[in-house]
């Protein structure tokens, strides 16, 4: 063969090569080619089983439930910048990559805490060039959004603006908080909830037997010991799976051949005692808890409130009840009740167990001996009420923002003027004789029960 058609020949393999690659690379998305090549790495279970279409999605049915404004837009292709937020193994990140793998589009998937400014301008250049070249759009998939300062989420503005890339968040955090606004304001928020026991008892029971879970250990787990790794993952699928892995994985063959989980193992592997008390008499319990800090019996609160944390209830059910109770029972009765259960509550999150059980201790006592109303619960039912059924919610004008009108309104009575308080009308005039709130007779509220009076009379 002549030398320069040698080296035609050489060049056109070349090329082919080359262009080859950058198939394989696009394709690929954020993977190199060295984790392409060391695919034989063990992937957790809850990596393993995590579902590629939304038939095959686990819960979360007020997003994705048929006939959802979600799964409508995911299915017509038409859903633009989103976020996802929600408590860990909901399934958020598994949504994204749902949404980007079932559209006709290129996705790229980053971690906000190990990627900044320099990997966004190369996905965004790429999406650029992807888009101008090939027609296709690209989905930029980024795992703890929250994570991006403002720097870091200001580069991304111009691409999600222009259509250049399609963003989708993941977020333990409400971004509404956590996030730069201009992120924020130019995506739909979509809330995801804590699974239900029944929804991550079916992921598991699926597990078990699919060929990329752990059906070839033939693994024997009764409907029991699924029902205590769904209690004590608390609506965290991934938690769940990981330790279902690690009993089955940790657990030797008995005399059948199979790996038979029980409930002891079950308890070291997601390291949370078995309840016990079955799971209607656990209900019954925190009811009674419940209505002995409402009838104001503190021992018999402190009982039910240890016999729940000896089953193995978990603590902040408890503070977060006492806190509830405290604005719901108490309320203005004795108002310093409600600062007294949050403190508890933030002593508890701080201290952990065992000492965090005595400001516990110390909050369910003061609240079930303060004096009871339910006045606050009663008045804002009220105003919900009226807030939704009311149409004339016109501000009296005396009470509107006098900046920035052409036209200066007076009227207004500055109450300090008249000795900090002065007959005047707030409510707009459809509602305008309406009361919500009535205090009660015990407690602080008793003041002020007399103090309107007094106010009334004066007027």
């Given at each position: ?25 696009y394709s690929v998305n954020t993977m190199d080619l060295f984790d392409c090549m060391q695919n034989n790495t063990p992937r957790p279970l809850s990596v393993r089983m995590r579902p590629d ?407």
């Amino acid at each position: 063969m002549p030398y320069e058609t040698a080296r035609q020949v050489e060049r056109t393999i070349i090329f082919k090569i080359i262009a080859k690659t950058r198939r394989v690379w696009y394709s690929v998305n954020t993977m190199d080619l060295f984790d392409c090549m060391q695919n034989n790495t063990p992937r957790p279970l809850s990596v393993r089983m995590r579902p590629d279409s939304l038939d095959n999605f686990v819960g979360q049915r007020h997003l994705v439930g048929e006939g959802t404004l979600l799964r409508r837009a995911i299915q017509a292709d038409r859903l633009g910048s989103c976020i996802f937020y929600g408590p860990p193994g909901t399934g958020k990140t598994t949504l994204a990559n749902i949404i980007a793998k079932s559209t006709n589009a290129h996705y790229e998937q980053l971690n906000a805490v190990s990627s900044g400014v320099a990997d966004a301008k190369r996905v965004i250049d790429e999406a650029k060039d992807r888009l101008r070249l090939y027609g296709k759009r690209t989905y930029l998939v980024l795992d703890e959004c929250h994570r991006w300062n403002k720097a870091q989420s200001d580069c991304v503005l111009g691409a999600m603006e222009a259509g250049d890339i399609i963003f989708i968040g993941s977020t333990t955090e409400n971004p509404f908080v956590s996030m730069t606004k201009a992120i924020v304001s130019r995506c739909r928020v979509f809330e995801l909830k804590s699974l239900s026991d029944e929804d991550v008892i079916c992921a598991m029971r699926r597990a078990l037997t699919a060929p990329q879970g752990l059906a070839e250990y033939r693994p024997k787990v009764s409907d029991e010991v699924l029902r205590h790794f769904a209690w004590a993952a608390a609506g965290d699928l991934r938690t769940a799976l990981n330790a279902l892995e690690l009993a089955v994985l940790t657990t030797p063959l008995n005399a059948d051949g199979e790996v038979e989980v029980t409930m002891a193992i079950a308890e070291q592997s997601i390291q949370k005692p078995a309840l016990s008390i079955d799971e209607s008499m656990y209900y019954d319990i925190i009811s009674a808890f419940i209505k002995s800090m409402r009838g104001s019996d503190a021992d018999a609160a402190l009982y039910w409130a240890e016999r729940l944390l000896e089953a193995g209830c978990d603590p902040m059910l408890i503070a977060r009840r006492v806190v509830i109770h405290a604005a719901e029972d108490v309320g203005m009765a004795n108002p310093q009740a409600l600062v007294v259960a949050v403190s508890a509550l933030t002593a508890f999150q701080n201290l952990g167990l065992p000492e965090g059980r005595i400001p516990l201790a110390e909050a369910i006592i003061y609240v079930s001996e303060s004096s009871k109303s339910n006045s606050v619960v009663t008045a804002l039912d009220m105003a919900t009420e009226a807030a939704t059924k009311t149409k004339d919610d016109n501000v009296p004008l005396y009470l509107r923002d006098p900046n920035y009108k052409v036209e200066r309104v007076s009227g207004y009575k500055y109450p300090h003027d008249f000795g900090g308080w002065v007959e005047q009308q707030y409510l707009p005039d459809s509602l305008k004789d309406a009361r919500f709130y009535t205090p009660g007779h015990n407690g602080e509220e008793a003041t002020l029960v007399r103090a309107k009076d007094i106010k009334r009379n004066k007027g």
